[in-house]
């Protein structure tokens, strides 16, 4: 089991460029999530799968982001005509439903909009 | 609305020195769970503890140790003789339970960094 993994690792964009990140889960954890977290905050609750089905959509998740996890494996955070105020890490978990709550994060990605 | 405060911003201490961090959270439901994550410079979240909301035992777990008052509605992390290692940014997180219906989406605290001097 290699953990959660996430690509790419940093990413510098220039304002109204699109974006797409991918998270990798742990192979047996059906359940995904994605969070941002800015400097100094704790990450916050963007959406959530579970399988293939998206389940929950954060208010912070403008129409500009999309999420998508084909198959129940690994997902994409897809993020359209970018702004300065999305320059943030974006952190991806994943849970088992076996194991109550217990997420395991990957190592994020930091997006900076120039 | 659920909410997790955690009030020390910022605590700096000399290593061997016993240091708590407080968590105080806000919740409607009778069943949840409260988690502490550490995030060290590296920045990957590295999970250190779940507890239910049944469950008022407090645990240890070699120099970490944590103190959950339901009466109180607090979750505070004590690590006993802290070393330079231990430096790293901690947050606590509530989620509702994981029942079929819920999401088990983690609201965390605004964090707390702790510098661990030699």
């Known amino acids: 089991d290699t953990g959660v993994s996430q690509d790419p690792r940093h990413k510098i964009t220039k304002r109204g460029q699109n974006v797409t990140f991918r998270c990798d889960p742990i192979?047996?954890?059906?359940?995904l999530y994605w969070y941002r977290q800015t400097l100094g905050q704790g990450p916050e609750f963007l959406t959530y799968?579970?399988?293939?089905?998206?389940?929950?959509k954060s208010r912070l998740l403008s129409d500009r982001f999309s999420a998508e996890r084909p198959k129940g494996s690994f997902s994409t955070l897809e993020i359209q005509r970018t702004e300065q105020g999305d320059s943030a890490m974006y952190l991806c978990?994943?849970?088992?439903?076996?194991?109550?709550?217990?997420?395991?994060f990957g190592p994020g990605t930091r997006l900076t909009v120039t | 609305a659920q909410k997790v405060t955690q009030a020390q911003t910022e605590i700096s201490v000399v290593e061997k020195e016993d240091v708590t961090l407080d968590c105080v959270y806000e919740t409607r439901d009778t069943t949840y769970y409260l988690f502490w994550y550490k995030q060290p410079p590296s920045g990957e979240l590295v999970f250190l503890i779940r507890?239910?909301?049944?469950?008022?035992q407090n645990e240890i777990s070699g120099r970490y140790s944590w103190n959950f008052q339901k009466s109180t509605s607090s979750f505070n992390f004590t690590i006993t003789a802290s070393q330079v290692v231990d430096s790293a940014v901690y947050f606590c997180a509530l989620s509702e339970a994981h029942g079929s219906s819920n999401t088990g989406k983690l609201i965390f605290g605004q964090g707390t960094t702790l510098q661990v001097k030699p």
């Open positions: 192979s047996e954890h059906n359940r």
């Open positions: 507890r239910n909301s049944f469950d008022e």
């Open positions: 799968f579970q399988n293939e089905a998206q389940l929950e």
């Open positions: 978990a994943s849970s088992s439903s076996q194991y109550r709550g217990e997420q395991y």
